[in-house]
């Protein structure tokens, strides 16, 4: 009996290194699967700046779905009780005239993603600031806050 599982045990040893080189576990690809020759820092910055941009031109378009699908599941039922209500981003008394991405950075719980967003109501006019969290959930990146405020813009770098 102890040969036996001598026998399998160095038998799984002996394949488990094939294996792994099959899979690209050992020695294989080094560049992430998603991205490849993206740095991961590159690739949440891009996937930040592409899921508000997303979110802030449905909001011009008042388009509900197309701003829904770029939120993380966690806020759906929150987002489909709010976005058309009074103080929601998809309100029908108010207008957005102009977004700007102004600022994107990592912080504490992903990437915060600082916007402006011009606002009409009536002959007013309004910028806000928002400031958008962007993190993953599983193969995918999605919005998972928004809040008033945002960043100041980082200082261009001097050459």
């Known amino acids: ?12 040893l002996t394949t488990v290194p094939f294996a792994l080189v099959g899979c690209g576990l050992i ?5 992430p699967a998603e991205q490849p ?14 899921r508000v941009q997303a979110y802030l031109d449905a909001m011009v378009a ?3 779905v197309a701003g829904r699908s770029q939120l993380c599941t966690v806020l759906h039922e929150s987002f489909d009780e709010a976005a058309t209500g009074p103080n ?8 957005v005239a102009q977004t700007e991405i102004t600022d994107i950075r990592p912080g504490p719980l992903g990437q915060e993603v600082s ?3 011009t606002v009409t109501v009536g002959k007013r006019k309004a910028d806000r600031g928002l400031l958008f969290t962007v993190t993953r959930e599983g193969l995918d990146w999605c919005i998972s806050g928004e809040r008033p405020g945002g960043h100041s813009p980082a200082p261009a770098p001097t050459p």
């Open 115 to 117: 916007t402006v967003v």
């Open 27 to 31: 020695g294989g690809e080094k560049e």
């Open 62 to 64: 008042k388009d509900v």
């Open 1 to 12: 009996m102890r040969v036996h599982r001598r026998c399998a045990a160095l038998a799984l």
């Open 37 to 50: 020759g993206r740095a991961p820092a590159e690739e949440a910055l891009a996937k930040s700046r592409e």
């Open 88 to 95: 929601g981003d998809f309100a029908d008394h108010f207008t």
